[in-house]
T-cell receptor, first 115, second 112 residues
Framework: DVKVTQSSRYLVKRTGEKVFLECVQDMDHENMFWYRQDPGLGLRLIYFSYDVKMKEKGDIPEGYSVSREKKERFSLILESASTNQTSMYLC??????????????FGQGTRLTVV | GQQLNQSPQSMFIQEGEDVSMNCTSSSIFNTWLWYKQDPGEGPVLLIALYKAGELTSNGRLTAQFGITRKDSFLNISASIPSDVGIYFCAGFFTGANSKLTFGKGITLSVRP
């Protein structure tokens, strides 16, 4: 069974804290993604990575950074958490889009509350 | 960033009814994916489509990849209460470093 695992289901952090969200996949996928999900706005791409140590900004990268030191792990970092970063964060992985039969699989999500 | 168009935002149907959802784009995709998200969970892949015109079923679900490659639809037949959730469409472009593009999702409610 394919597996994308996010380290926490729920997190509560204080404004100004540095926050790490971890994601691990066991499918040997090249691509990994971080999204945030807010009511009425759908899924918005924060960052994605198509290889180890490679990263590209998505649609809303401000206030976030990422790290991919190993193929199976993709971390999202909130440098200084703010209340407007309270959201559901979703990690996903996939094989590259130029290969046939691309599919993307999601983790269970991390509900982050910044107080 | 680009998004796919899904509307309406919410749908309300009676148990046993069929429902159809559409997803459109101004750009061509090579892969269309349909996901369902239960409350508090991550999206789960329902159906993947890889060829223009392709029609694929998964139980009571049927999805089609539009022949223009700019749209897709999902049909749910004989709905049941556990069909409630948010249904997302997503598309992939061909090419290196390609990324998923999502619709905003449709929240489906099923009245018993």
């Amino acid at each position: 069974d394919v597996k994308v695992t996010q380290s926490s289901r729920y997190l509560v952090k204080r404004t100004g804290e540095k926050v790490f969200l971890e994601c691990v996949q066991d499918m040997d996928h090249e691509n990994m993604f971080w999204y945030r999900q807010d009511p009425g706005l759908g899924l918005r791409l924060i960052y994605f990575s198509y290889d180890v140590k490679m990263k590209e900004k998505g649609d809303i990268p401000e206030g976030y950074s990422v790290s991919r030191e190993k193929k199976e792990r993709f971390s999202l970092i909130l440098e200084s958490a703010s209340t407007n970063q309270t959201s559901m964060y979703l990690c996903a992985s996939s094989i590259p889009g130029y290969r046939a039969n691309t599919e993307a699989f999601f983790g269970q999500g991390t509900r982050l509350t910044v107080v | 960033g680009q998004q796919l168009n899904q509307s309406p935002q919410s749908m309300f149907i009676q148990e046993g009814e069929d429902v159809s959802m559409n997803c459109t784009s101004s750009s061509i995709f090579n892969t269309w994916l349909w996901y369902k998200q239960d409350p508090g969970e991550g999206p789960v892949l329902l159906i993947a489509l890889y060829k223009a015109g392709e029609l694929t079923s998964n139980g009571r679900l049927t999805a089609q990849f539009g022949i223009t490659r700019k749209d897709s639809f999902l049909n749910i037949s004989a709905s049941i209460p556990s069909d409630v959730g948010i249904y997302f469409c997503a598309g992939f472009f061909t090419g290196a470093n390609s990324k998923l593009t999502f619709g905003k999702g449709i929240t489906l409610s099923v009245r018993p």
